[in-house]
């Protein structure tokens, strides 16, 4: 571990010399002022002053979930501990909307978006986001003895989908023209389904494997159809230095044993962009 006097004091050095390049003096002596560099001096302080890092989250087995004790758990989880003690800091996680993670990220609310979110276009243009760390696809999940009755992918456009509110599973719902209703987390879409109040959903492949068919919580749904290929990223506020430091700390860790044995002990070895051996 790091101490956050030394980790994150280097960083913000390593800031002062950007705001001394960009406010340097011009040809007739005048300051050229840039509002970035007080942007990403911001997320620093913030964490030099609190010494804890705050984790936006919602409840997506295998990658975040809560125990008994109201402790979070799993691969993102742990992964942001892992990273927090890169940092030096302690970690919070907050359970979100996912629907407004942009807003609470941006309001200040949370420091990052770790819930196996998925890299899109249009979250490119509003946060900065991290290298890739974890395969994924979006996958149709119903009660499974009626995959013999829709047994193609065609048979299934008609059918009635629960999807998360603001998640990939929304997106392709409506790029397929998908009747659908909204729920507020991935559980709740498998619980719509598992009580027959819609035909389907449309979730991530990481979560149906963990939940679904025998032996798991959800034990007469199973899933199939791979609607989409896509990559998990970790969230932070636009120029922020987080996203470079969650970068190196990928870089250093995945590929240690610390790093196969976090995927053995959720089952997602296969799915890790990075190589753990």
Known sequence: MKSINSKLFSILCVIVLVVTTLCGCSDNNTVTQTDEPVATNGDIRKLMLSHTLVVGVTDFEPLDYMLEDGTWTGFDADL?????????????????????KVDLLNNGKIDCIWNGMTKTDELEEAISLSTPYLYNSQMIVMKSDQFAKYD?????????????NGSAGKSLAQANSYRTILCDTQKDALISVNEGRCDAAIIDNLMAASLTGEGN????????????????VVGFRKTSPLTNE??????????TDDAKKLGDKYNLIEAMVHPYN
């Open 80 to 100: 942001a501990r892992a990273f927090g003690d890169f940092l030096g800091v302690n970690v919070q996680f907050v359970e979100i909307d996912w629907d407004k």
């Open 152 to 164: 193609t992918l065609e048979k299934c456009n008609h059918l009635l989908f629960a999807v998360e």
């Open 217 to 232: 919580e959800f034990a007469s749904l199973s899933f199939d159809y791979s609607l989409s290929s896509e990559e998990f």
């Open 246 to 255: 969650v970068n190196a700390f990928f870089k250093d860790y995945f590929g």
